[in-house]
């Protein structure tokens, strides 16, 4: 099956900094990958879509100047978190869909866990 | 608006069957997964619905019926490890994936 990777798995960072996670299809070619964000208890919150060599899609309520997202290749999403706060922690998952695969079954990477201090 | 119901949390015993039902009021259908999800883990694929009817896979079994906006996850000889949420996601006309709240399952021995 389609794997998708994420590095890194966890990560903690000072107040006011910034952090990239990657996202990787590692056996396939993924035109458009997904950003998710959950916290405890809740379920997923589609963040943003993105198209290879295109703009991310937005969700409305997700500031794109904070969470900046570069699909610059089939194979590699970044989602980079600007002046993380506090608030900011949270799991963030990416998903990949396979368009060769011809459905919609979208293919989550392991997630990355933010903690802000 | 777009809506996906499904239970917030269930009890069942090990070995027993639990169904987690799911319906769902969306523009446009093109197709109904279930996923499962441990806690701090990433969602897991189980099924894909896209015609009415049954799909088994194993002890896993997902249910369909357009007409009804309704699916249904079917687990039977429950095991411990089958302790985790259960997500419940349509693809409306757009193609977009609609997320339930997903349902907490707990199983007791």
Known sequence: ???????????????GTSVKIE???????????????????????????????????????????KFLINHAS??????TVTSAH?????????SARDPGQGDYEQ????GTRLTVT | GQNIDQPTEMTAT????VQINCTYQTSGFNGLFWYQQHAGEAPTFLSYNVLDGLEEKGRFS???????????????????KDSASYLCAVIDSNYQLIWGAGTKLIIKP
Not at chain 1, 1 to 15: L, M, T, Y
Not at chain 1, 107 to 110: D, K, S, V
Not at chain 2, 14 to 17: D, L, P, Y
């Open chain 1, 86 to 94: 506090p608030e900011d922690s949270s799991f963030y998952i990416c």
């Open chain 1, 1 to 15: 099956g389609a794997v998708v990777s994420q590095h890194p798995s966890r990560v903690i960072c000072k107040s």
């Open chain 2, 62 to 80: 997902s249910f369909l019926s357009r007409s009804k906006g309704y699916s249904y996850l079917l687990l039977k000889e429950l095991q411990m």
């Open chain 1, 74 to 79: 089939l194979t590699l999403s970044t989602l």
């Open chain 2, 14 to 17: 090990e070995g027993a069957i």
């Open chain 1, 23 to 65: 996202c990787r299809s590692l056996d396939f070619q993924a035109t458009t990958m997904f950003w998710y964000r959950q916290f405890p208890k809740q379920s997923l919150m589609l963040m943003a879509t993105s198209n290879e060599g295109s703009k991310a899609t937005y969700e409305q309520g997700v500031e794109k100047d």
């Open chain 1, 107 to 110: 293919y989550f990477g392991p």
